[in-house]
C-alpha cells in the first residue's frame, strides 16, 4: 500500500489575511515549517523548526472542519518557506473542495502549482527570485528593513510587468520603517516608478494571528 505524502506543519489556524493585495479577507492559514532563509527580521521563527507531520488527508479534514465554523473562500500557504516541502497533492485536493489558494513565498524555489494567487517576498541581501515568477507573481512585497536600498526597489520595479503591483511593507509595522516606506514610496514618485503602494500588517493591528 503506497504511503501518504508527509507534511511538516508548523500550525493551521483561521484569520484574516493582514498582508497585501488580499488584504482583510477571511482565510484558513496553513505555515508549512522549515525555511531556507534565516532573516534577522523574520517574524515567524518558530517555523523554522521541524513542526508536526500531516498527511495532505489530515490537514484537509482540518481544513474543512475548520470552515464550518469559520467559512473562508481562501486558503493561504505560507511559511516559513512553503514551496521547500511538495504541496501539488495538498493543493489538489483544496481545489477540488472549491477553495482558492495562495502561496506566499520567498521566491527562491520555484513550484508549478494550480493555485489561484503567488505572492512573492524577495529577501535581501540579493532579493533574489526565480524568473517564473515575473509572470505567475500577483504581488511583489518587500519588506522595508534598514538596509533596503531605492535601487533595490527600482531594479524589482523593471524586472516586474507593470500590472503587478510592489508593495513597500514596514517590518513588523515599526514607526522608523513606516517613515522610512513613505521616503522610499516619495523616491519611486519622483523616479516616475508605476504601481508602487505602501502597506501594513493588518492582523498585528487587529492583534491577530
Ligand atoms: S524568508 Fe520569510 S519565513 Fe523565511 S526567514 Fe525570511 S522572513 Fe522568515
Same mark, same amino acid.
Given at each position: 500500500m503506497p504511503q501518504p505524502h508527509i507534511l511538516k506543519i508548523t500550525e493551521i489556524f483561521p484569520s484574516?489575511?493582514?498582508?497585501?493585495?488580499?488584504?482583510g479577507k477571511p482565510t484558513l492559514f496553513i505555515r508549512l515549517s522549515g525555511c531556507n532563509l534565516h532573516c534577522s527580521?523574520?517574524?515567524?521563527? =518558530?517555523?523554522?523548526e521541524e513542526g508536526i507531520d500531516y498527511s495532505s488527508d489530515k490537514v484537509l479534514e482540518k481544513i474543512i472542519k475548520m470552515n464550518h465554523h469559520f467559512p473562508a473562500e481562501w486558503v493561504c500557504l505560507t511559511g516559513?518557506?512553503?514551496?521547500?516541502?511538495?504541496?501539488e497533492e495538498l493543493v489538489r485536493k483544496l481545489k477540488k473542495e472549491k477553495f482558492k489558494v495562495q502561496v506566499e513565498t520567498n521566491a527562491t524555489i520555484f513550484r508549478a502549482l494550480p493555485v489561484d494567487w503567488y505572492t512573492i517576498s524577495p529577501k535581501p541581501k540579493k532579493y533574489f527570485y526565480q524568473?517564473? =515568477?515575473?509572470?505567475?507573481?500577483k504581488e511583489v512585497k518587500i519588506i522595508v528593513t534598514k538596509?533596503?536600498?531605492?535601487e533595490v526597489i527600482q531594479r524589482l520595479r523593471e524586472e516586474y510587468p507593470e500590472k503587478t503591483p510592489l508593495l513597500l511593507q514596514p517590518q513588523s509595522n515599526r514607526k522608523w520603517s513606516m517613515n522610512l516606506a513613505t521616503k522610499l514610496l516619495r523616491q519611486a514618485l519622483k523616479a516616475n516608478l508605476k504601481n508602487i503602494r505602501v502597506s501594513i500588517q493588518l492582523h498585528k493591528i487587529y492583534g491577530l494571528r
Amino acid at each position: 500500500m503506497p504511503q501518504p505524502h508527509i507534511l511538516k506543519i508548523t500550525e493551521i489556524f483561521p484569520s484574516i489575511q493582514g498582508e497585501g493585495l488580499r488584504q482583510g479577507k477571511p482565510t484558513l492559514f496553513i505555515r508549512l515549517s522549515g525555511c531556507n532563509l534565516h532573516c534577522s527580521f523574520c517574524d515567524t521563527k =518558530y517555523a523554522w523548526e521541524e513542526g508536526i507531520d500531516y498527511s495532505s488527508d489530515k490537514v484537509l479534514e482540518k481544513i474543512i472542519k475548520m470552515n464550518h465554523h469559520f467559512p473562508a473562500e481562501w486558503v493561504c500557504l505560507t511559511g516559513g518557506e512553503p514551496l521547500l516541502q511538495d504541496l501539488e497533492e495538498l493543493v489538489r485536493k483544496l481545489k477540488k473542495e472549491k477553495f482558492k489558494v495562495q502561496v506566499e513565498t520567498n521566491a527562491t524555489i520555484f513550484r508549478a502549482l494550480p493555485v489561484d494567487w503567488y505572492t512573492i517576498s524577495p529577501k535581501p541581501k540579493k532579493y533574489f527570485y526565480q524568473p517564473e =515568477y515575473g509572470k505567475k507573481a500577483k504581488e511583489v512585497k518587500i519588506i522595508v528593513t534598514k538596509e533596503l536600498d531605492f535601487e533595490v526597489i527600482q531594479r524589482l520595479r523593471e524586472e516586474y510587468p507593470e500590472k503587478t503591483p510592489l508593495l513597500l511593507q514596514p517590518q513588523s509595522n515599526r514607526k522608523w520603517s513606516m517613515n522610512l516606506a513613505t521616503k522610499l514610496l516619495r523616491q519611486a514618485l519622483k523616479a516616475n516608478l508605476k504601481n508602487i503602494r505602501v502597506s501594513i500588517q493588518l492582523h498585528k493591528i487587529y492583534g491577530l494571528r
